[in-house]
């Protein structure tokens, strides 16, 4: 069963940047689009970005475009966040997610991922 791991998650500063990574221990990561979900108290889970298994698509949501960049190094077998310009709104518990899918598919949808990380917390506060 393929096993997802995030890391990289802290408290930092508004307008401060983070990196995500999502590996996959002893899995070949390049057979599955990986989608970023974040999950904030009292609020349903929602998508944050995308991106296809040869990562030639990716997806962004309207509230992180520009900011956030994603990208995979299937060499590695790793996904990546990249979030710049952190806003407080961007406090989260953030999941990455695997979908055996070829793209395009409802990469918004969370039942179209079949594996999921335990989630690493991002706080954004002054």
């Known amino acids: 069963q393929l096993q997802l791991v995030e890391s990289g998650g802290g408290l930092v500063q508004p307008g401060s940047s983070l990196r995500l990574s999502c590996a996959a221990p002893?899995?070949?990561?390049?057979?599955?689009?990986i989608g970023w979900f974040r999950q904030a108290p009292g609020k349903e889970r929602e998508g944050v970005s995308c991106?296809?298994?040869?990562?030639?698509?990716?997806g962004y949501a309207d509230s992180v475009k520009g900011r956030f960049t994603i990208s995979r190094d299937n060499v590695k077998n790793t996904v990546y966040l990249q979030m710049n310009e952190l806003k407080p709104e961007d406090t989260a518990a953030y999941y990455c997610?695997?979908?055996?899918?070829?793209?395009?598919?409802?990469?918004?949808?969370?039942?179209?991922?079949?594996?999921w990380g335990q989630g690493t917390q991002v706080t954004v506060s002054s």
């Open positions: 997610a695997a979908a055996p899918r070829t793209w395009p598919f409802r990469v918004w949808v969370p039942s179209s991922y079949n594996y």
């Open positions: 002893g899995f070949t990561l390049g057979y599955y689009a």
């Open positions: 991106i296809s298994n040869s990562g030639g698509n990716t």
